[in-house]
């Protein structure tokens, strides 16, 4: 899996974007961007994930630089219930051997 | 929410005594995981299963076992529980590995005294 880099807390206001970074400067061509969040004491959930085109769904959108180094996890209205720890991770698409979860960034929302 | 169920929730165990948790699914996923968490590692792969009596080890599985021997049951045995093996587990499963997501149980936390 590629090594990716997070800043391990930010702050967010209520009801702003909450634009996270990821950097995956060693990322290979086949290996997918993929975003998912643990809010306290539960398990993690799927947010998104992107190869090289940005995504968006009901959740977030993606937004992958051209040179796909890196990109940015945007909650366009973030609540107080996005208040989590959100992990980048660079995964090769295919194999059943698991996800490697790094320590993330802990998004704080402010009221 | 994917249906996941994970038994028991919460156990305190001694040293030297097995333990077994529990992961059922009832989506009819092929792919079944299981994790641990601690503070300072992050989620960490103990086993997977790729298909009923199939599975393989991961990251950190010394000290555990796994049998699965129905698609939506995946067992975590602990032969001989250790304090070092303190943690919350958390079991996941996914449908297709060519997407990668993956659905996770709500955890049980594991005490060893």
């Known amino acids: 899996d590629a090594k990716t880099t997070q800043p391990p807390s930010m702050d967010c206001a209520e009801g702003r974007a909450a634009n996270l970074p990821c950097n995956h400067s060693t990322i290979s061509g086949n290996e997918y961007v993929y975003w998912y969040r643990q809010i306290h004491s539960q398990g993690p959930q799927y947010i998104i994930h992107g190869l090289k085109n940005n995504e968006t769904n009901e959740m977030a959108s993606l937004i992958i630089t051209e040179d796909r180094k890196s990109s940015t996890l945007i909650l366009p209205h973030a609540t107080l219930r996005d208040t989590a720890v959100y992990y980048c991770?660079?995964?090769?698409?295919?194999?059943?051997?698991?996800?490697?979860f790094g320590k993330g960034t802990h998004l704080i929302i402010q009221p | 929410d994917a249906g996941i169920t994970q038994s028991p929730r919460h156990k305190v165990t001694e040293t030297g005594t097995p333990v077994t948790l529990r992961c059922h699914q009832t989506?009819?996923?092929?792919?079944m995981y299981w994790y641990r968490q601690d503070p300072g590692h992050g989620l960490r792969l103990i086993h997977y299963?790729?298909?009923?009596?199939?599975?393989d080890k991961g990251e950190v599985s010394d000290g555990y076992s796994v049998s699965r021997s129905k698609t939506e049951d995946f067992l975590l045995t602990l032969e001989s529980a250790t304090s070092s093996q303190t943690s919350v587990y958390f079991c996941a499963i996914s449908e297709s590995v060519e997407l990668n997501e993956q659905f996770f149980g709500p955890g049980t936390r594991l005490t060893v005294l």
């Open positions: 991770i660079g995964r090769r698409g295919g194999g059943a051997d698991g996800l490697t």
């Open positions: 299963s790729y298909g009923v009596k199939d599975t």
């Open positions: 989506e009819n996923h092929r792919y």
